[in-house]
């Protein structure tokens, strides 16, 4: 895959409080971008000449808890005339997790979003259609979450075999 | 002994009537179709020719809980997956087995967190369980023919 090598050029057509960070690691070029702007910026990529992101590759939300701002949200952009891609992050806090949702730039990103909001919990506004995707639809709690408990069975080893059996809640007919 | 023997000169056999019932029913039983993860290929197996499960007298699995009195859960079985399986057994008519394939049916295996239902004794009673990861053919012949032997104890006494 070829690199990307048009930081300027992105930077330039944008607005100078859009872009907040830049970081290249091993020819990976990660643009960390305004909450309030991200739409705008995913458009601007994959509209403008010479850039043209026009594949959605996906969406990945982490959780960085306990720090602040807790979550994060990666946003894997590659074009498939220029054979390059790029990286966009946005961090959200974690009092208040809300980030806009990029379904009218990007129609791919619906079921990523749906995703994230489900087992972290993330509300994407003007999503068209927000809802649980893999969790039941009546589940509590979102399952990705650092502070989500792992399991809620104690394992049974031969010195604890009784009492959890009887605590097990076993069908009825 | 030959049939000849047994029938004798009337053409008459005689037995107890929960003989004659626990026969029928271990010899024609129809499982149906619930591979959930891996262990539904081992359950494959277990039904093509080098195993041949028709030797045990099962031999087409139903894709319908109205057409089968057994219940093979082979593999974990999700939270959201339960209800859907809970309703099933639900719709199988009386008489009716669970047989839990493999160590996540039985015990939530190596899941041991939220999304997998730790034992589907949680959800349906289980007859016989088998161990495994994932069990060999052997291994849920073996849990077939356990089933059989509890179902030869089955007593009229017990019907009403």
Known sequence: MAEFECIEELQAGLPPDAIQNVETFRGEVTFVVNPEQIVEVCRYCRDTKGLEFDFFSGLTGIDYYPSEPRFGLAYHLYSLIHNHSIRLKVYVSGDEPVAHSVVPVYTAANWFEREIFDLLGITFTDHPDLRRIMMPDDWNGHPLRKDYPLGYETVQFSFNRDEVTLHKPYAKE | MGVTNK??????????????????????????????????????????????????????????????????????????????????????????????????????????????????????????????????????????????????????????
């Open chain 2, 7 to 160: 029938l004798g000169e009337m053409g008459v056999v005689t037995l107890r009537l929960e003989e004659a019932v626990n026969w029928a029913r271990t010899n024609a039983m129809w499982p149906m179709l619930f591979g959930l993860a891996c262990c539904a290929i081992e359950m494959m197996s277990t039904q093509a020719s080098n195993y041949d499960m028709s030797r045990f007298g099962m031999e087409l699995m139903r894709p319908s809980p109205r057409q089968s009195d057994l219940m093979i859960v082979a593999g974990r079985v999700s939270r959201k997956m339960a209800p859907v399986l809970r309703r099933l057994y639900d719709q199988m008519p009386d008489p009716k087995w669970v047989l839990s394939m493999g160590d996540c049916a039985s015990c939530g295996g190596v899941f041991n967190n939220y999304a997998i239902v730790q034992g589907v004794d949680e959800i349906v009673p289980v007859d016989v369980y088998v161990a495994g990861c994932p069990p060999r053919p052997e291994q849920l012949m073996h849990g077939i023919i356990t089933l059989h032997e509890r179902i030869k104890q089955n007593r009229l006494a017990d019907w009403a």
